[in-house]
């Protein structure tokens, strides 16, 4: 439960922020934050039982590859890290594009505007985990 709502409020202080420095990237206020935060957490969440499996195919996949001599020192201990990066930073593009459709409140300009907030949104949220206990 408390992971929950420090995962929740770690994403309304995110697109709060990405609101205020990305140009194209509008929340109208904080409760709109919080609003696409609950939105994008809940869509998360789900998005994230159906993407598992990709997940760990991703993720074995990168592991052989650490057993190629040239590669392998490159992956060493990140391949998990990489893998989730990825997949969370894709799964964002797609949520915030559909969050983007439902609520009037929250606009984003281009597809652009929606990767670059994403990969900001996955770079919070990959670091919040290493840091926080989430």
Known sequence: ???ALL?????????YGISRILPGFR???EKTAAI???A????????SLLAMPLLLIGTLFLT??????II??????A???VTVFLLTFGLSVILLMVIDKFLDDFEMDSTATAIIASFLLAAINVGAQLVLPL
Not at 7 to 15: H, K
């Open 64 to 69: 052989l590859l650490a057993f190629i001599p």
């Open 40 to 47: 994008y957490s809940i869509l998360g969440y789900i998005a």
């Open 72 to 77: 392998g020192p490159l992956l060493a201990g």
């Open 7 to 15: 995962s929740l409020l770690i994403n309304t202080a995110a697109f």
């Open 1 to 3: 439960m408390f992971s």
């Open 36 to 38: 696409v935060a609950v």
């Open 27 to 29: 929340i109208k206020d």
């Open 79 to 81: 391949g998990f890290f």
